[in-house]
């Protein structure tokens, strides 16, 4: 079984770009979150998608984020016009449902640098 | 709101000798608790969790980790580390019915030889 994808693996953009970062789930999971680490500091939540809906958006930092997940399969995060403290790494997660024990199963990241 | 501490951002140690990474967590409400490993240029991996029951939980490669309620805490420990741990660990927790992780600042170990 593929685990999570993320495309790309490092993006490097300059101050005012935009950025679309992708990421494919694991094959039926419902539940689809994004997370962001930036440099030296706790990995963070961003929200969470129940298949096509946003269930929780709390973590999104400001309008300047829009992340979709059309047909509840995988989901792009733009980020636009990016900003330098937007660089850091960022996670996708899914899971299927939480009977299974809450375990969210992460992808590798993308790696963006805002120059 | 949940938080989590990691007291130790960094924990060289040599081959074979134990390891402990420490890890303090508050919330008003129930959680749960895992353990995250990242190896180099790979992504996060489950290593270990805590939902109920014994409080000593372990994973296949030889972690260990205990919840201590009344300590708030889930410090993860080795008795003998290998070279392939080396690694950055998260700990983690997650509010029952919840849907969102709160991490720590993560905690890089060194294994030397």
């Known amino acids: 079984e593929a685990g999570v994808t993320q495309f790309p693996s490092h993006s490097v953009i300059e101050k005012g770009q935009t950025v679309t970062l992708r990421c494919d789930p694991i094959s039926g999971h419902d539940n689809l979150y994004w997370y962001r680490r930036v440099m030296g500091k706790e990995i963070k939540f961003l929200l969470h998608f129940v298949k096509e809906s946003k269930q929780d958006e709390s973590g999104m930092p400001n309008n300047r984020f829009l992340a979709e997940r059309t047909g509840g399969t995988y989901s792009t995060l733009k980020v636009q016009p990016a900003e330098l403290e937007d660089s850091g790494v960022y996670f996708c997660a899914s899971s299927h449902v939480r009977e299974f024990g809450y375990e969210q199963y992460f992808g590798p990241g993308t790696r963006l640098t805002v120059t | 709101a949940q938080s989590v501490t990691q007291l130790d951002s960094q924990v060289p140690v040599f081959e074979e000798a134990p390891v402990e990474l420490r890890c303090n967590y508050s919330s008003s409400v129930s959680v749960y608790l895992f353990w995250y490993v990242q190896y180099p240029n790979q992504g996060l991996q489950l290593l270990l969790k805590y939902l109920s029951g014994s409080t000593l939980v372990e994973s296949i490669n030889g972690f260990e980790a205990e919840f201590n309620k009344s300590q708030t805490s889930f410090h993860l420990r080795k008795p003998s580390v290998h070279i392939s741990d080396t690694a950055e660990y998260f700990c983690?927790?997650?509010?029952?019915?919840?849907?969102?992780?709160?991490f720590g600042g993560g905690t890089r170990v060194l294994v030397k030889p």
């Open positions: 983690a927790v997650i509010k029952a019915a919840g849907n969102k992780l709160t």
